[in-house]
């Protein structure tokens, strides 16, 4: 029975996935003649780093469960097991992996969601996108039809995450199916190079002979040739055509035709397709010192910063089918990806200190280093002053301080200096001010006699 015969023996619609995920022979056409599907597409060199280099940048970030409470965000414990281990015969690096993967290549991924009779998750599944049909039922919910199962299943059950989606349509947009020629002329092009180091350093051309040969002279002139001089092992051999044979070739020289700059735009466009800096691809000539660290920090930004918001989004509401979790949210740290060098990070850590909302703590957790047990090293500090922030009035007294004296000085009763300033009253000792006279002069039994006359 055909792949078509299969599948219009079931009652039920034939899709566009359910035709490709059967096996058959069905593959998606291009202009450079190179049929492309998920799995081809794989074949193509910059597809493939393209592709794991992010998959395998997001499924090793550290994740893990938060709540926020008044404004503030604190770890959600218990966190639930599939936080760090979604799907139980397989590591989370690889589960987190296959959803990316999908998401990349196909534009949809789907991950089966297992609950205990309590409704809490015990375990999840990457599925297949290619085996996943989307429906609408009669109240407009999104139903999923998953082959192997049954009964349609519900978005309790499956998560679906889409990529970009068009207007009116729910499955997001294939980059295979979208941009089939630029992989479809990427794969040419290296089968196009392999071809021509595998069958010589010259490309193919004829053999002009003057006289009329036999099928079988015609055969063994050909063969004679090709065995003497086809593959790059041989290709610098020298040759000799006898009896006014001569060798015309046929094909333009690679350098001629622009084949390594047309190499080279195809992995540009790759780079393009998956939003990653060319130089990430190991493309030569787009890298300097001066770029390299900005170009990482804008890949964060734009490349996978959406795709792991993506993931968040999509997978926060299965905490809240865990005890206390109605707030609870998933999160990826992009800080180590983000982390400036020594000197940047030293920096911004003075300044958090200085400016009072960071504490010596905070910066040692941030660099990874055991905490100091010590109440000061978790108490953030007042601008200017650098001071605990008990004693921030301390700057404002001194200031009063400074004021009372000048007014006292120039002949304000000191009890109302003290009041109006709002400072507390202070007895005097009697002795006067050492600005008159030296101290070791005044006699401290009877003071008032340093102001007597004569």
Do not use: C
Request: aromatic share 8%.
């Amino acid at each position: 029975m055909g792949i078509f015969d299969r599948f219009l023996g079931e009652n039920r619609a034939v899709s566009f996935q359910t035709i490709w995920a059967s096996g058959g022979d069905l593959e998606i056409g291009t202009q450079s003649g190179v049929a492309i599907n998920a799995d081809t597409a794989f074949r193509v060199n910059a597809v493939f780093s393209a592709v794991s280099l992010i998959s395998d940048t997001i499924s090793t970030l550290p994740v893990d469960s938060y709540i926020r409470r008044d404004g503030a965000r604190f770890p959600f414990r218990p966190r639930p097991a599939w936080v760090t281990k979604p799907d139980v015969d397989t590591t989370k690096e690889a589960f987190y992996g296959s959803i990316i993967v999908s998401l990349l290549l196909d534009g949809n991924a789907f991950v089966r969601v297992y609950s205990n009779s309590r409704g809490e998750v015990v375990n999840l599944v990457v599925l297949n996108p290619m085996k996943v049909e989307i429906e609408r039922n009669g109240l407009g919910r999104v139903m999923f039809r998953v082959e192997g199962e049954e009964k349609l299943l519900s978005s309790e059950q499956v998560i679906f995450i889409p990529d970009v989606v068009r207007p009116g349509h729910i499955r997001g947009i294939s980059r295979v199916e979208a941009l089939k020629d630029n992989f479809g002329l990427a794969m040419a092009l290296e089968n196009y190079a392999a071809r021509f180091f595998g069958q010589g350093a010259t490309t193919q051309g004829i053999i002009e002979y003057p006289g009329k040969l036999t099928q079988v002279q015609a055969e063994e002139l050909r063969e004679s040739f090709d065995n003497r001089h086809k593959g790059w092992r041989r290709s610098h051999r020298t040759g000799i055509l006898s009896n006014g044979a001569k060798y015309v070739q046929t094909s333009v020289d690679p350098e001629k035709s622009q084949a390594l700059d047309a190499r080279r735009m195809a992995v540009e466009d790759v780079a393009r397709a998956f939003n990653v800096p060319p130089h990430l691809l190991g493309l030569p000539g787009t890298t300097s010192y001066a770029s390299v660290e900005q170009n990482n920090l804008a890949w964060v930004t734009h490349s996978l910063r959406p795709i792991v918001q993506k993931l968040e989004t999509a997978l926060s509401p299965l905490l809240a089918r865990s005890p206390g979790g109605e707030n609870a949210f998933l999160k990826f740290s992009l800080d180590g990806l983000l982390r400036a060098d020594i000197n940047s990070r030293m920096s911004a850590y003075s300044v958090g200190l200085q400016s009072g909302f960071l504490t010596i703590n905070d910066v040692r957790r941030l660099e990874d280093l055991t905490p100091i047990a010590d109440e000061s090293a978790d108490t953030v500090r007042v601008p200017l002053a650098n001071v605990n922030v008990s004693a921030a009035t301390l700057s404002e007294t001194t200031e009063k301080v400074d004021m009372a004296s000048k007014l006292v000085q120039v002949g304000f009763d000191p009890v109302d200096v003290l009041r109006q300033l709002e400072l507390p009253p202070m007895a005097h000792t009697g002795l006067p001010s050492v600005q008159l006279q030296p101290i070791a002069q005044i006699d401290e039994t009877n003071p008032e006699s340093a102001y007597e006359v004569e």
